[in-house]
């Protein structure tokens, strides 16, 4: 049974930093490239980080120079450190495995977490 099980949201002031944690279990981890991405209500999806088997990283621009995206291979877990974060960053938050960007826009993935709430207020 596939899991991806993603912890470490919660409420922050502006200026204050997050780091989520994405454990991924019941498939071979290293087998698909590893995303976060977020949802804010009334908005559709966006990427914010992905991370590839080589270790190469993407980031939105939205993001760049505040988010890091990193894995731990051992664990089988893909982390999203999230620093000076803004109320813009208010949003849930979920990692998948194997992401791809459809037609319209839409992203996809093989694999989808449940969630984890980042609260930001100014």
């Known amino acids: 049974q596939v899991q991806l099980v993603e912890s470490g949201g919660g409420s922050v002031q502006s200026g204050g930093s997050l780091r989520l944690s994405c454990a991924a279990s019941?498939?071979?981890?290293?087998?698909?490239?590893m995303g976060w991405f977020r949802q804010a209500p009334g908005k559709v999806r966006e990427g914010v980080a992905v991370?590839?088997?080589?270790?190469?990283?993407s980031y939105a621009d939205s993001v760049k120079g505040r988010f890091t995206i990193s894995e731990d291979n051992a664990k089988n877990t893909v982390y999203l450190q999230m620093n000076s974060l803004k109320p813009e960053d208010t949003a849930m938050y979920y990692c998948?495995?194997?992401?791809?960007?459809?037609?319209?826009?839409?992203?996809?993935?093989?694999?989808w977490g449940q969630g984890t709430q980042v609260t930001v207020s100014s």
């Open positions: 998948a495995a194997d992401p791809f960007l459809g037609d319209g826009g839409r992203w996809f993935a093989r694999y």
């Open positions: 991370i590839d088997s080589d270790g190469s990283t």
């Open positions: 019941g498939y071979t981890y290293s087998s698909y490239c």
